[in-house]
C-alpha cells in the first residue's frame, strides 16, 4: 500500500490537481484521490504554546507568550525558541543556572566567561545577578547573532561582550580575562580537550562550572579538570546530563 502526499501553495492548484488525476488514473485507476484544504496556522507560535516556563533557583526562563507568568521575586529571562540552543528546557541549562545562582551569592564575582553561549542565557543570568562584565562567545556565528539580540531583549546590552570564537582562539580572552567565573555548556570531548586552556583562563580563587556532559562521561570530565588543577566541588544529575562545579581553591 503507498500513499503520497502533495502540498501546493499555488493559485491554480485546482488545474494541477486536475491534471495529477487525470495522470494517476492512467497508471492506478482504482486509486482514491483526497484534497483538503489546511487552515493557516502561525507553526511557530503553535511550537511556543508547548514551551512552558523554567524555573531554576530564582530564575525563570520563558518565551514572550508567558511574559505574564512571572512571579513576584523571580530572576525573568525572556528567550524565544530560535537557531541557538538554550531555552532553558534542557537539564544542562537547568543545571547551569542552579550552580551559577549558588556560585554568585557566595563568591566574589567581577568577571564571567560563558563558553558556548547558544541563545546567550547564561550570560543572562549572570548579568541579571550582579553587575559583572560578562564575554561569551560561541563557535557559530548565527548563535552569536541570536545572542546579542537575546541580551538586548533582556535590556542588559551594555554588561554582556559577544565575540564569534572557536574554542579560546580570539583577543578577546586577554582583553577581558582572568575569569571569576568560567561557564562551559558544550560536549564532553571538546570539554576535556580545552581542560589546560580553560583552567589558564581562571582568576585565583575562581569557579568553573561545566554541562554538556553525559552522566557516563563524568569521570572522564573530573580527571581531565583535576589533571589541570582544578577540584571537584559538586555535580547536578539532571534527565542522565551533569552539570559540574570546580574551583581552583586548593
Same mark, same amino acid.
Given at each position: $500500500?503507498?500513499?503520497?502526499? &502533495?502540498? /501546493?501553495?499555488?493559485?491554480?492548484?485546482?488545474?494541477?490537481?486536475?491534471? +495529477?488525476?487525470?495522470?494517476?488514473?492512467?497508471? +492506478?485507476?482504482?486509486?482514491? $484521490?483526497e484534497r483538503e484544504e489546511l487552515p493557516d496556522i502561525d507553526w511557530i507560535a503553535k511550537s511556543l504554546e508547548g514551551l512552558k516556563p523554567v524555573r531554576a533557583a530564582r530564575f525563570v526562563v520563558h518565551g514572550s507568550h508567558d511574559r505574564g507568568k512571572v512571579r513576584a521575586g523571580e530572576i525573568a529571562i525572556e528567550i524565544d525558541a530560535g537557531q541557538a540552543f538554550g531555552t532553558g528546557h534542557h537539564g544542562t541549562t537547568a543545571g547551569c543556572l542552579e &550552580?551559577?545562582?549558588?556560585? /554568585?551569592r557566595t563568591r566574589k564575582v567581577k568577571r564571567v566567561l560563558d563558553l558556548g553561549t547558544g541563545s546567550g542565557v547564561l550570560a543572562i543570568a549572570a548579568r541579571k545577578l550582579a553587575p559583572v562584565t560578562v564575554l561569551a562567545t560561541d563557535i557559530d556565528p548565527i548563535a552569536t547573532r541570536v545572542a546579542r539580540e537575546n541580551v538586548r531583549l533582556?535590556?542588559?546590552?551594555?554588561?554582556?561582550?559577544?565575540?564569534?570564537?572557536?574554542? +579560546?582562539?580570539?583577543?578577546?580572552f586577554g582583553r577581558h580575562g582572568p575569569f571569576d567565573l $568560567? $561557564?562551559?555548556?558544550?560536549?564532553a570531548r571538546p570539554l576535556m580537550r580545552m581542560a589546560p586552556q580553560l583552567a589558564a583562563q581562571l582568576a585565583p580563587q575562581?569557579?568553573?562550572?561545566?554541562?554538556?556532559?553525559?552522566?557516563?562521561q563524568r569521570?572522564?570530565?573530573?580527571?581531565?579538570?583535576?589533571?589541570?588543577?582544578?577540584?571537584? &566541588?559538586?555535580?547536578?544529575?539532571?534527565?542522565?546530563?551533569?552539570t559540574i562545579h570546580l574551583d581552583n581553591r586548593r
Open positions: $500500500i503507498w500513499e503520497a502526499s &502533495v502540498y /501546493m501553495f499555488r493559485e491554480d492548484e485546482a488545474e494541477i490537481h486536475g491534471r +495529477f488525476a487525470a495522470l494517476l488514473a492512467e497508471a +492506478f485507476p482504482d486509486a482514491p $484521490i &550552580v551559577i545562582s549558588d556560585v /554568585m533582556n535590556g542588559i546590552a551594555s554588561g554582556v561582550a559577544l565575540e564569534t570564537a572557536p574554542g +579560546f582562539h580570539s583577543t578577546a $568560567i $561557564i562551559a555548556n558544550i560536549l575562581g569557579d568553573v562550572i561545566l554541562s554538556g556532559i553525559l552522566a557516563s569521570w572522564k570530565v573530573l580527571a581531565a579538570y583535576n589533571g589541570a588543577g582544578l577540584r571537584h &566541588v559538586r555535580t547536578i544529575w539532571r534527565e542522565g546530563w551533569v
